[in-house]
């Protein structure tokens, strides 16, 4: 069984950076994917980035450019680096895990199979 840990969350103001942290233990398949997904207030999970089989990163469009999904596999955790950091971005951020194969279509509204307990983000000026 998979778990994740997540750390890192806090308070940022507008235009700053946070790193998040999300420790794997465990039996994770080479067929699983990890990935970063949010909720704000009021609104309803979202992706907002992972990594496909080949480790190719995908991102929200509200977060392109600004985050970045990263893996160290030698520590079994997976970093999502927040820069430039808006208010919008304020919300609940988790760790999560499921096979490549579908993992993808989180995309088009799918649920992953396994979350982490969540990070709190909270921007403001």
């Known amino acids: 069984q998979v778990r994740l840990v997540e750390s890192g969350g806090g308070s940022a103001q507008p235009g700053g950076s946070l790193r998040l942290s999300c420790v794997v233990s465990?039996?994770?398949?080479?067929?699983?994917?990890l990935g970063w997904f949010r909720q704000a207030p009021g609104k309803q999970r979202e992706a907002v980035a992972t990594f496909d089989d080949e480790d190719t990163p995908y991102y929200a469009s509200a977060v392109k450019g600004r985050f970045t999904i990263s893996k160290d596999n030698a520590r079994n955790t997976l970093y999502l680096h927040l820069n430039n950091l808006k208010t919008e971005d304020t919300g609940m951020y988790y760790c999560?895990?499921?096979?490549?194969?579908?993992?993808?279509?989180?995309?088009?509204?799918?649920?992953?199979?396994?979350w982490g307990q969540g990070t709190q983000v909270t921007v403001a000026s």
């Open positions: 999560v895990a499921d096979p490549c194969s579908t993992l993808r279509f989180v995309w088009v509204g799918s649920t992953p199979r396994t």
């Open positions: 465990g039996h994770l398949s080479n067929s699983d994917c």
